[in-house]
């Protein structure tokens, strides 16, 4: 068991940047992957980016090249760096510890203005 901490959410301006973090309560080694994903209001939560323990990255088809995945093994943290933020990109952030298990956080909100 782990537990997730994100934190970063904000309401910002199209075209604005913001990093959210994710604190685990243990080694985030002993995942094979950690993960960041989304869910707007009325749609299916979906995968935004993931890193492997090796460091392997994939993202999702409508962030790739404006988010930047990355994590810190010794903070046992998590990060997503965001720019060039759309209103689309709107919606509850979660992190997530895992492949076929996950552990999820509690969601930190970001807002995108138009």
């Known amino acids: 068991q782990v537990q997730l901490v994100e934190s970063g959410g904000d309401l910002v301006q199209a075209g604005g940047s913001l990093r959210l973090s994710c604190v685990a309560s243990?080694?985030?080694?002993?995942?094979?992957?950690m993960g960041w994903y989304r869910q707007a209001p009325g749609k299916q939560r979906e995968l935004v980016a993931r890193i492997s323990s090796g460091g392997s990255t994939n993202y999702g088809d409508s962030v790739q090249g404006r988010f930047t995945i990355s994590r810190d093994n010794a903070k046992n943290t998590v990060y997503l760096q965001m720019n060039s933020l759309k209103p689309e990109d709107t919606a509850v952030y979660y992190c997530a510890a895992g492949v076929t298990h996950i552990y999820w956080g509690q969601g930190t909100q970001v807002t995108v203005s138009s």
């Open positions: 243990r080694s985030i080694l002993l995942f094979s992957a």
